[in-house]
Each structure stands twice: as C-alpha cells, then as structure tokens.
C-alpha cells in the first residue's frame, strides 16, 4: 500500500470549513484513498473513501486531484466535536485492510 | 450499524502473565484485525484473519498470537506479557474490499 503524507497539526474556527491536505505520490491505480478520525479515547471511524471521482456524504467532501497524487478532505462547517486526529491511507479495494495507519492531522477546532 | 466490542476498556497484567484479548463483531465480517496504537507511531497492524482458522502476521507480530475459532471472534493473545507490550490495542473487521470497523479499543497496562 502506498505511503501518504500530512501536516502534524492544523487549527479552524468553529463554523468555517476545514480542508485537510494528504498527499499519495505513490499511489497506484487500483488504489483507493481512505480518510478516517480518531476522537481522544475512541476507535477510529471511518468518514470517505474515494478512487478518483470527488465524492461528498453526510460527514465530508473528498476531493482527489486529477493526476491522483493528493487529496483534501473538506469539513465544511466544522464543530468542536470535530477535534481529532485524521488519517488519510490509501489502500488498494479488495485485500482487506491491511495497511498502516500513520501519525495523522491532529485538528484543533476552536471557538 | 455494525458494532465491533472488545471485552475490556482497561486492564492491568503483571509482567510473565498471559493475556487474552477478546473481539467480537455482528455482522458477519470475513477480515478482523488487530492493531496496537503508540503515542507518535499511529496504529500497527499486529495480526490479521480473513476467515475462521485463518490468521497472516502483520509489521509487529512478535510476542503476540491470534486465535479465530469462530467467524465473529479473534483474540489476541499475549503469551507472556512484557512492559513494552503496555499499549492501546484496537481490532477492527471488514467485509472484503470494505471500509474498516474499529471497537473501542483495550488500554494494556503491564506492570
């Protein structure tokens, strides 16, 4: 599976739009790129998954760009229940979910 | 929705004892796994089981076993627990080519 890269840390204002950045240079073309969070004390959850097509659900917005080397998971009104580490993996669709985990985006929202 | 739990919140062992980790999830997953997450390192994959019987080593499968005897159960065992072993342990399962559920996590403490 490919290795991803984020910022360490990143704060927003509550009720602004949070747009966390990862790039997957190595990505390859079966691959699919996952986002989860991690709140303090609590599993991960999953939030999107996308291959190549910009994809939206009720949680967030995932855009992919074209050449497919990143990606920006967008939190469009984001809350203080929305601190948490983000992982951005990328993992390739059947295989099961072998992959690592790396250190993630600490996001800080913050009134 | 699909609930993974796993036995224990928190526990404390002594150094030599051996420990069980318990998962069990409910909606007839093939894949679980089991990951150990560090302050720094993300989440490492320990073991994982894409069937009953069925068990492959992930990045850190020293001083760890798995057993799966049942579809909708995979323990982790600690044959002889160790300081360093003190960790946050989380499982998760998967349908085949699906996105990941994670239990709550187990916070080891050996002593």
């Known amino acids: 599976d490919a290795k991803t890269t984020q910022p360490t840390s990143m704060d927003c204002a509550e009720g602004r739009a949070a747009n966390l950045p990862c790039n997957h240079s190595?990505?390859?073309?079966?691959?699919?790129v996952y986002w989860y969070r991690q709140i303090h004390s609590q599993g991960p959850q999953y939030i999107i998954h996308?291959?190549?097509n910009n994809e939206t659900n009720e949680m967030a917005s995932l855009i992919i760009t074209e050449d497919r080397k990143s990606s920006t998971l967008i939190l469009p009104h984001a809350t203080l229940r929305d601190t948490a580490v983000y992982y951005c993996?990328?993992?390739?669709?059947?295989?099961?979910?072998?992959?690592?985990f790396g250190a993630g985006t600490r996001l800080f929202v913050k009134a | 929705d699909v609930k993974v739990t796993q036995s224990s919140r928190y526990l404390v062992k002594r150094t030599g004892e051996k420990v069980f980790l318990e998962c069990v999830q409910d909606?007839?997953?093939?894949?679980m796994f089991w990951y150990r997450q560090d302050p720094g390192l993300g989440l490492r994959l320990i073991y994982f089981?894409?069937?009953?019987?069925?068990?492959e080593k992930g990045d850190i499968p020293e001083g760890y076993s798995v057993s799966r005897e049942k579809k909708e159960r995979f323990s982790l065992i600690l044959e002889s627990a160790s300081t360093n072993q003190t960790s946050m342990y989380l499982c998760?399962?998967?349908?085949?080519?699906?996105?990941?559920?994670f239990g709550q996590g187990t916070r080891l403490t050996v002593v």
């Open positions: 993996i990328v993992r390739v669709g059947a295989g099961g979910f072998k992959t690592i």
């Open positions: 998760a399962s998967s349908l085949e080519g699906g996105e990941a559920f």
């Open positions: 996308g291959l190549k």
């Open positions: 190595t990505i390859s073309g079966n691959e699919y």
């Open positions: 089981s894409y069937d009953v019987k069925m068990k």
């Open positions: 909606m007839d997953h093939e894949n």
